[in-house]
């Protein structure tokens, strides 16, 4: 079981740059592939951004990429989202999840691909 606990959300405004972390609990977190959801007011959860539980694959949602990207650090046990170029429809609660695994290749993409989830954090981007 791993626990995840994200930080780093704030208000920006727009065009700035974030980066948002996610440390995991646990001594196994080299295990799990990663990956960062977001759920704006009144949408539903969507895929941001997923890595492999080596970090050689990433994958991005075709709204942020170019724009976002996601890394992991296994000897910190810590997953990052580094946010450039931030639009007011951002704007949403930033939550990152793991599945474990044991394909060291495979990232995933979906909210039911993923078992655990960390409480989320807030990125506020103004115009």
């Known amino acids: 079981q791993v626990q995840l606990v994200e930080s780093g959300g704030g208000l920006v405004q727009a065009g700035g740059s974030l980066s948002v972390s996610c440390a995991a609990s646990g001594r196994t977190f080299s295990s799990y592939a990663m990956g960062w959801f977001r759920q704006a007011p009144g949408k539903e959860r969507e895929f941001v951004a997923g890595i492999s539980r080596s970090g050689s694959s990433t994958y991005y949602a075709d709204s942020v990429k170019g724009r976002f990207t996601i890394s992991r650090d296994n000897a910190k046990n810590t997953v990052y989202l580094q946010i450039d170029s931030l639009k007011p429809e951002d704007t949403a609660i930033y939550y990152c999840?793991?599945?474990?695994?044991?394909?060291?290749?495979?990232?995933?993409?979906?909210?039911?691909?993923?078992?655990?989830w960390g409480q989320g954090t807030q990125v506020t981007v103004s115009s």
């Open positions: 999840a793991a599945r474990n695994t044991y394909s060291m290749g495979y990232y995933y993409t979906t909210v039911t691909d993923y078992t655990y």
